[in-house]
């Protein structure tokens, strides 16, 4: 009997190890900049061989033109430890949702002060506390998103063959 029951054991135990690992895993970004600290907390989607960005003739996953909430699940979310500038504009302390409007050759990235949000779909634009654009250049394929925050405050967003980079100081 007492061979049954640690047979029984191991399968339940191996079992809950082999779960699969989330289609959109968590990230955390800290860095410093400067004096300030900065904290991107966000989901990384994959590309999985689909059409990322383009038209919605297109199919395309996150389509041109429309508010995205800049990675998967709940709404990415930044925290800045100070006062800060992004492209030059002025942005509180605080902790922020990210949206972004994907375009083919600029993005506009939102800052919104709903930081509580799932995915793009409560989004209210009257809640914006700021917008910026960044440029699109090519980028080796990244499969999955990727968000990056340099010690000299280059943000970074990273997917598929798109890169787009904003600054904060």
Known sequence: MKKYLVILMSVLSFGAFAQKAPASPPAVVIQKVGKTEVMVKYAKPSVKGRLVFGTKEQKAIVPFGEVWRTGANEATTIEFSNDVTIQGKPLAKGVY??????????W?????????????????AEKDVLRVTGKVSEHAM?????????????????????????YVK
Do not use: H, L, M
Not at 157 to 163: A, I, L, N, R
């Open 97 to 106: 949702s990210v949206f972004s409007i994907p375009g083919a050759t600029e």
């Open 142 to 166: 990244t499969e999955q998103f990727n968000i990056g925050v340099s010690p000299e405050g280059q943000i970074t967003f990273d997917w598929d063959k798109s890169s787009v980079s904003i």
């Open 108 to 124: 506009t990235i939102i800052f919104n002060s709903d930081p509580k949000q799932w995915g793009a779909y409560t989004y209210k």
